[in-house]
């Protein structure tokens, strides 16, 4: 059974780097064709993917974000730790993480897809 | 303004058929696949529909998806009082070097 969590602050001041980490488990991030993504969602808004960590150590970030992000891996605790500089109350959202798997006969990012996800910790930037 | 569009709202009656929408561009919809979730408040998003049209084991068949050119859509018949959730589609872009895009997500109400 695959589960993950997400943990972190609830609070961040503007200007601060956010750390938060994703602790799974029921897979490994060595296996492949599997990867961890981080996603938000804005109080009343869309859902914005962030990165992505791929089994083979790959990473992909967006594009408007990529300057303030970073993702890494901890194959070992079974963790994604994703870090968010210059934080901004435009920033505030609902962190998810979740496991990604590759299609059948498909390569690239593309062929990835979210099949489970965490529940989500609510981050909020204010001073 | 999300680049794939839903219906913020939908509603049906116990035992019938919802269609909900997700309009898209050739770059994302047109040339990729969608892919389907429900959100229960406060739990984690569940997928229900993967390539289009394919069902995850142990998702209800009362669940559908289809696809065509820029659009997708996600059937729920025989509706129940349990499907009253949000659902939004994900698919890949191929704009701004390739990213996920979701829809805003559709608030579905079992009247």
């Known amino acids: 059974q695959i589960t993950l969590k997400e943990s972190g602050p609830t609070l961040v001041k503007p200007t601060q780097t956010l750390t938060l980490t994703c602790t799974f488990s029921?897979?490994?991030?060595?296996?492949?064709?599997?990867?961890v993504a981080w996603l938000r969602q804005p109080p009343g808004k869309a859902l914005e993917w962030l990165a992505i960590?791929?089994?083979?150590?790959?990473?992909r970030y967006s594009p408007p974000l990529k300057s303030r992000l970073t993702i890494t891996k901890d194959t070992s605790e079974h963790q994604v730790v994703l870090t968010v500089t210059n934080m901004d109350p435009v920033d505030t959202a609902t962190y998810f993480c979740?496991?990604?798997?590759?299609?059948?006969?498909?390569?690239?990012?593309?062929?990835?897809?979210?099949?489970?996800w965490g529940q989500g910790t609510l981050v909020t930037v204010s001073s | 303004q999300s680049v794939v569009t839903q219906p913020p709202s939908a509603s049906g009656t116990p035992g019938q058929r919802v269609t909900i929408s997700c309009s898209g561009s050739?770059?994302?919809?047109?040339?990729?696949?969608v892919y389907w979730y429900q959100q229960l408040p406060g739990t984690a998003p569940k997928l229900l529909i993967y390539?289009?049209?394919q069902r995850p084991s142990g998702v209800p068949d009362r669940f559908s998806g289809s696809k065509s050119s820029t659009s997708a859509s996600l059937a729920i018949s025989g509706l129940r009082s349990e499907d009253e959730a949000d659902y939004f589609c994900?698919?890949?872009?191929?704009?701004?070097?390739?990213?996920?895009?979701f829809g805003g997500g559709t608030k579905l109400t079992v009247l």
């Open positions: 050739s770059s994302n919809i047109g040339s990729n696949y």
């Open positions: 994900a698919v890949w872009t191929d704009s701004l070097s390739g990213r996920w895009v």
């Open positions: 390539r289009n049209d």
């Open positions: 960590i791929y089994w083979d150590g790959d990473k």
């Open positions: 029921g897979f490994s991030l060595s296996t492949d064709g599997v990867g």
């Open positions: 979740a496991h990604m798997l590759r299609g059948p006969g498909c390569g690239g990012s593309r062929c990835y897809y979210y099949d489970y």
